[in-house]
């Protein structure tokens, strides 16, 4: 199966709207810079068009990448950060592991009891109860996590927390990258992709950590994950 085929409907190949996307999810570029980029290449694509395929396709490419990650450490770190949309704001909450690992991101209006609950049914829907949580001293976690991770050590405590604060940087250059985020939707949409991506082609391949023939040989891999992902879009 070939990258140069285009999916049903569409007049571009796959390789193009894959490498769009993906450098819209793991870059701080926005659509009108990508449109330039392939302009530059002599790929003459609107940003709508690119905008419209990140729409379309992020879920996609999102559910194939949690099929094959890691699994992930038995240490979460949870925090929150406010988000502003169109002038109002929400509150995004975000889940990683010891490694910096980004396990969820759900943006919700609220930050109570009842907010807590919804994302930790998210997260432990997706993966199995953790031997410890770390949290700051927001109180809405205490009575949620002693019911809901039964035998989990909860420590609450701003300082053991900075794993998930920096986990809040690759949001606010984005976030400074298009000035303001334009819709609830499209925030919720975007951040659960980059989350994965970065995973990906961040993380997992350890840019401060290995050599830099280990860093090629997991970019590769990598790389191998984005383009069997992009293949499956035939069939959607």
């Given at each position: 199966?070939?990258?140069?085929?285009?999916?049903r409907r569409?007049?571009?190949?796959?390789?193009?709207?894959?490498?769009?996307?993906?450098?819209?999810?793991?870059?701080?570029?926005?659509?009108?810079d990508?449109?330039?980029?392939?302009?530059?290449?002599g790929?003459?694509?609107?940003?709508?068009?690119?905008?419209?395929?990140?729409?379309?396709?992020?879920?996609?490419?999102r559910?194939?990448?949690?099929?094959?990650?890691?699994?992930?450490?038995?240490?979460?770190?949870?925090?929150?950060?406010?988000?502003?949309?169109?002038?109002?704001?929400?509150?995004?909450?975000r889940?990683?592991?010891?490694?910096?690992?980004?396990?969820?991101?759900?943006?919700?209006?609220?930050?109570?009891?009842k907010?807590?609950?919804?994302?930790?049914?998210?997260?432990?829907?997706?993966?199995?109860i953790?031997?410890?949580?770390?949290?700051d001293?927001?109180?809405?976690?205490?009575?949620?996590?002693?019911?809901m991770?039964?035998?989990?050590?909860?420590?609450?405590?701003?300082?053991?927390?900075?794993r998930?604060?920096?986990?809040?940087?690759?949001?606010?250059?984005?976030?400074?990258?298009?000035?303001?985020?334009?819709?609830?939707?499209?925030?919720q949409?975007?951040?659960?992709?980059?989350?994965?991506?970065?995973?990906?082609?961040?993380?997992?391949?350890?840019?401060?950590?290995?050599?830099?023939?280990?860093?090629?040989?997991?970019?590769?891999?990598?790389?191998?994950?984005?383009?069997?992902?992009?293949?499956?879009?035939?069939?959607?």
């Open positions: 199966m070939t990258l140069e085929v285009a999916p569409h007049r571009f190949p796959i390789s193009i709207i894959s490498q769009a996307v993906w450098i819209y999810h793991r870059f701080n570029n926005s659509y009108r990508i449109e330039e980029q392939m302009a530059y290449r790929i003459h694509v609107s940003y709508e068009t690119i905008l419209s395929w990140s729409i379309k396709f992020s879920s996609h490419f559910n194939v990448i949690k099929k094959r990650e890691r699994k992930p450490s038995d240490k979460w770190h949870l925090d929150e950060m406010t988000v502003k949309v169109n002038g109002e704001v929400f509150i995004l909450w889940a990683v592991d010891s490694d910096g690992y980004e396990l969820d991101v759900f943006l919700q209006k609220r930050r109570n009891r907010a807590a609950i919804r994302f930790l049914n998210r997260l432990l829907g997706s993966y199995p953790p031997r410890v949580i770390i949290t001293r927001l109180k809405s976690y205490k009575k949620p996590i002693q019911a991770c039964r035998g989990t050590q909860h420590r609450s405590h701003k300082g053991l927390n900075n998930a604060e920096n986990a809040h940087l690759p949001t606010r250059r984005k976030e400074k990258c298009l000035i303001k985020f334009k819709s609830p939707q499209g925030v949409r975007t951040l659960a992709l980059m989350g994965k991506v970065r995973n990906l082609f961040a993380i997992e391949v350890g840019r401060y950590l290995k050599k830099a023939s280990m860093r090629r040989e997991a970019f590769k891999a990598a790389c191998t994950i984005w383009s069997e992902a992009a293949q499956e879009l035939l069939c959607v």
